[in-house]
């Protein structure tokens, strides 16, 4: 299975800080197809998660641009230029290139 | 407006079985794949395995393959999981998602394996 390493586990932050999140894949994510099914989810306390970049760099409609996803390969990158206080909460990481898909373990992000 | 909403979870006896549903609305139930993943109580996400349009199709993860079984009623526009040989590692919250790209999950339904 393909392991999602994510780094760093938890991520203090300010308001209007910007902050970012690292995703390592034990192998390669790019699909024969041509496209990396590397998605980045947000679950905040209580919820189910919810999308926010979709293969690689794409960002979900209704997401706002202040979310965005770098990357190939194995490395991908969730940079959040200027959190607000509603990002809070725990980013996952995801792969749909290999089956069984899976998940990086997640990186909290709390207010320093 | 997409909804996916779960249902079926509870309480259960170790060794027995269980089956949740998902009921969808808002979109074309029949155009799309659909999966469930789990969550531990305090732990990350896992997925147990996906369904295609037509059922034709049905993928999991090989720890789950023989005692989960995913299926689908299109013309109800419902998708299940069936649960069978439950011990407490099967206690979670389980999702159903629309897959493509995750981009729409359910609140999810707690499944409780304790005697």
């Known amino acids: 299975d393909v392991v999602l390493t994510q780094t760093p586990p938890t991520l203090s932050a300010t308001i209007g800080q910007s902050v970012s999140i690292s995703c390592r894949s034990s192998q390669s994510l790019l699909d024969s197809d041509g496209n990396t099914y590397l998605n980045w989810l947000l679950q905040r306390p209580g919820q189910s998660p919810q999308l926010l970049i979709y293969s690689v760099s794409n960002l979900e409609s209704g997401v706002p641009n202040r979310f965005s996803g770098s990357g190939s390969e194995t490395d991908f990158t969730l940079k959040i230029s200027g959190v607000e206080a509603e990002d809070l909460g725990v980013y996952y990481c995801?792969?749909?290139?290999?089956?069984?898909?899976?998940f990086g373990a997640g990186t909290k992000l709390e207010l320093k | 407006e997409v909804r996916l909403v779960e249902s079926g979870g509870g309480l259960v006896q170790p060794g027995r079985s269980l089956k949740l549903s998902c009921a969808a609305s808002?979109?074309?139930?029949?155009?799309?794949?659909m999966a469930w993943v789990r969550q531990a109580p305090e732990k990350g996400l896992e997925w147990i395995g996906e369904i295609s349009q037509d059922s034709s199709t049905i993928n999991y993860t090989p720890s789950l393959k023989n005692k989960f079984t995913i299926s689908r009623d299109n013309a109800q526009n419902t998708l299940y999981l069936q649960m069978s040989k439950l011990g407490s590692e099967d206690t979670a919250i389980y999702y159903c998602?629309?897959?493509?790209?995750?981009?729409?999950w359910g609140p999810g339904t707690m499944v409780t394996v304790s005697s």
């Open positions: 808002g979109f074309s139930f029949n155009d799309y794949w």
């Open positions: 998602a629309r897959t493509g790209y995750f981009d729409f």
């Open positions: 995801m792969q749909a290139t290999h089956a069984p898909y899976t």
